[in-house]
C-alpha cells in the first residue's frame, strides 16, 4: 500500500511539472507575440508616409468677346386693301299678291227661345177697407186733460199695419201735431178700435198698410 502510494505521488508530481512546463511555454509565446505585433506597427507607422498630390485647381475659361447688337429689321407693313362698299345691291322685285279670300263656314242658327210663360191669373186685389166709422176711432172724450186744460190742438197723421185679421199690428206717426201728448193719444186709440177688412193679393188675404189723420179739436 505504502509503495503505490509513493507510485501515484510521483505521478501527480510529473503531470505538475508538465503542465507548469506548458504555462511556461504558452506565456512565452503569447508575450513575443505581442512585443512583435507591437513592434510591426511602431515599424509601419515610422516608415509609411502619406505624400498628397497636390491638385491644381483649373481656372475657368476667359468669357467671350462680346459682339456688338445687331437690330432686327422692322416688320413688312402691308398697305390698306382698298374696299369698295359701294356696290349698287341688286334689285328686289315685290310682287304683291292679295290673300286668297277666308273660306265661309256657314254656323248653323241658334235655337229660338220659346216664348215666355204666361204669368198666373191674378185675383182680385184690395187694399185693406176700414169697417167702423174712422170718426169714432177718437172722440172728445179721448182728448189728454192736459192738452184740453191748455187749450192745445192740432192735426197728426198716422200709419197703421193691419193683419190678415183686420186688426192693426203697429202704429207709426207720420206727421205731428206739435204736442206729443196729442200724437200718443191717437196711435193709442186707433190701435184699440179700428176694424178692418184686410187687403187681398192675387184672392189671397195679406198684411198691408192704412194712412189717415186724425184732428183734434177743444169742444165748444
Excluded at 184690395?126 to 172722440?139: C, M, S, V
Excluded at 185679421?165 to 206729443?180: K, L, M, Q, Y
Aim: glycine share 4%.
Amino acid at each position: 500500500m505504502a509503495y503505490a502510494d509513493q507510485k501515484m505521488s510521483g505521478n501527480k508530481l510529473t503531470a505538475f511539472i508538465v503542465v507548469l512546463l506548458l504555462h511556461v511555454f504558452l506565456l512565452y509565446a503569447l508575450v513575443t507575440g505581442l512585443a512583435y505585433e507591437a513592434a510591426k506597427k511602431v515599424i509601419n507607422k515610422v516608415t509609411t508616409v502619406d505624400i498628397k498630390e497636390e491638385v491644381k485647381k483649373e481656372e475657368p475659361p476667359p468669357p467671350p468677346p462680346e459682339q456688338p447688337k445687331v437690330e432686327a429689321p422692322p416688320p413688312p407693313v402691308a398697305p390698306p386693301v382698298k374696299i369698295n362698299v359701294a356696290t349698287k345691291p341688286p334689285p328686289i322685285n315685290t310682287v304683291s299678291v292679295a290673300p286668297p279670300p277666308a273660306p265661309v263656314i256657314a254656323l248653323p242658327a241658334a235655337p229660338v227661345a220659346p216664348p215666355p210663360a204666361p204669368p198666373p191669373p191674378k185675383g182680385p186685389t184690395r187694399a185693406p177697407e176700414p169697417r167702423n166709422n174712422p170718426g169714432d176711432w177718437a172722440t172728445t172724450n179721448d182728448y189728454p186733460s192736459r192738452a184740453l186744460r191748455e187749450e192745445r190742438a192740432g192735426t197728426t197723421g198716422f200709419r197703421v199695419t193691419v193683419g190678415t185679421n183686420g186688426r192693426v199690428v203697429d202704429c207709426v206717426i207720420t206727421s205731428s201735431s206739435g204736442h206729443a201728448d196729442l200724437d200718443e193719444a191717437t196711435c193709442k186709440n186707433v190701435s184699440r178700435r179700428a176694424r178692418f177688412k184686410p187687403a187681398l193679393e192675387n184672392g189671397q188675404e195679406v198684411q198691408s198698410t192704412y194712412s189717415n189723420r186724425i184732428r183734434w179739436v177743444i169742444p165748444d
